[in-house]
Structure formats: structure tokens, C-alpha cells
């Protein structure tokens, strides 16, 4: 689903057919007409402590070193916070949660220790979604 701007203080729903669909519509021609897409994101760090935020909604990770376990930090939990991401490189990357005192709840329904990380196998997209109390994790098929 994408959110355009509506007039006044309604907002546009487009549904999407697939996620083949969804991924070509969020990836934009350049990266000044979309500030809310990294294209080219670099996984670091591999603990909590040492990964950047994801800030952008939708992160296309670029790089990450092998046999490194590189990383990337969800933001802190908060009702309706959304982040996809998109692991280009060779090589799974860890998201962890903001937090160590924060959760993610893998694609099955388990929630995972607080402050486990989960892995996002090369070539896959992920979405993350926060109900305000944990992440929770889909993979795309």
C-alpha cells in the first residue's frame, strides 16, 4: 500500500497487486524526490550499541562485510512505525531492535528475546512493524 497526499486532510490509498509492484513504485528515479528511501545503505556494526537507526521507511542495504554479521537498528517502538528492508548484498544482515529492553517478533509469531537481533537473508525484502509495543517481522514471498 502507498500513501499519497490527499486533499485536505485525507490521504490517498494505492493497493498494489504484488510486491514486485510495491518495490518498483517506492524506488525512486533519484533520492531528492523520495528523502524517506536510502538506496544505498551501508550495514554496520554488530551489536545494539554500534548500529546506526533506520531512519528512511524504506532502506536498501548496499553493504555489508562477510563473515562480519553487519547490522542495522530498528527505531524505538511506537504505533504504526513501518521500515522495510531490502538486503542487497551477498550476505545476511542482522536487524536488531532499538533497545535491549525492546523485542522483535519473527515471521512465525515468536517474540524473541529483548534485544535479539533476527536475519535478513541476502536477497530478501523485510517489513517491520511496531504496534507500539514490539516489532513484528514479515518477509516478503
Known amino acids: 500500500m ?3 497526499s490527499g486533499s485536505g486532510t485525507r490521504a490517498k490509498f494505492e493497493i498494489f497487486e ?9 524506488e525512486p528515479t533519484n533520492t531528492n524526490s523520495a ?3 536510502n538506496l544505498t ?10 548500529t546506526a ?5 524504506y532502506n536498501i542495504v548496499t553493504t ?13 517502538v511506537s504505533q504504526g512505525a513501518v521500515r522495510v528492508v531490502v538486503n542487497k548484498t551477498a550476505v545476511p544482515v542482522s536487524v536488531f531492535p ?22 535478513v537473508p541476502a536477497g530478501e525484502t523485510w517489513h517491520f512493524s511496531s504496534n ?6 514479515a518477509v516478503d514471498a
Open 2 to 4: 502507498k500513501i499519497t
Open 18 to 26: 504484488s510486491i514486485t509492484q510495491f518495490n518498483t513504485a517506492m
Open 35 to 37: 528523502p524517506d528511501v
Open 41 to 50: 545503505l551501508s550495514a554496520n556494526g554488530t551489536t545494539i550499541a554500534s
Open 53 to 57: 537507526v533506520l531512519v528512511s521507511y
Open 64 to 76: 555489508a562485510a562477510t563473515g562480519v554479521n553487519d547490522a542495522v537498528r530498528l527505531p524505538a
Open 98 to 119: 532499538n533497545a535491549a529492553g525492546e523485542a522483535i517478533v519473527n515471521k512465525l509469531g515468536v517474540q524473541l528475546a529483548n534485544g535479539a537481533s533476527i536475519s
Open 132 to 137: 507500539g509495543t514490539v516489532n513484528r517481522a
